[in-house]
């Protein structure tokens, strides 16, 4: 969500069962617009808070050109130092997952993960990983299956640079409705054509990314319509505490993440 509008949101947030308290947001608002200033970010995102035993996680995004390629996250346990997060390899977004034990709250604490899957004698059946390493893979993690935005919110330009639609106005109330209004923000992993197949109003600009309708198993994402079909909700079932609103006919959304960092890989048993 946009840190200079946390005031504005803290409404659809609240209304969707998560709080956001006046304290958080004005230290939210101070911190990161340093932040901003420091690093010349052309837009500031407050993404969300991971739960941790000694001090939770709060993470933020940096965006400077491109909005797809040059995002940058954050982490901060006290408000005053954002450590800059590095991209994780993959072995580490794959040890994220197998990892069950809360997250402690420092960064530089060596913890041990043991894949179960291997056999006793495998030398990486155990390994090793520090927990900012951890944090990184499991908020790229997030970021890979449950960021996303409503279609129109990302531009593509002719120069190929992805941009924050200043000329976004919201989805209509029948838009709205269908996941296929909502896109994820990485790279396009379907085939190019997906949505030129697919879709009868289909404009390069907007139709650049994954819609959300296309993720397997059909039914891991819950969306909904609330305060009389003004306010939609989308949640993932992969990732419980993830959360995005858009206020229908406005640009107003936001996404925001507030959980343990642990996917739900029963999801598939469970539709």
Known sequence: MDIHKLWEYKEY?????????????????????????????????????????????????????????????????????????????????QLSLLTTFPFRGDPSLKIKVLDEAMDEQHPDRCQEMREEKRLAATISNICDEAEICARGQLIKQPDGTVVINPNFYGLTGQEAKLLKSYMHIRPAQQRWNSNLLTRQDYNFSMDFLDSIDQDIPSGCWNLSLEQNGTLAYLKSLYWPGMSYFHKIKTPDAGFLYIGNGRKNLDVPFLI
């Open 13 to 93: 947030v609240n209304v969707n069962g998560f709080m956001l308290s006046n304290e958080l947001i004005s230290l939210l608002q101070n911190s990161l617009t340093l932040l901003q200033v420091e690093n010349h970010f052309s837009h500031v995102q407050y993404w969300g808070q991971i739960y941790a035993v000694d001090g939770d996680y709060h993470i933020a995004v940096g965006i400077t050109r491109d909005a797809l390629a040059d995002r940058r996250y954050f982490y901060s346990t006290d408000f005053k130092f954002w450590g800059l997060l590095a991209r994780p390899k993959k072995k580490y977004k």
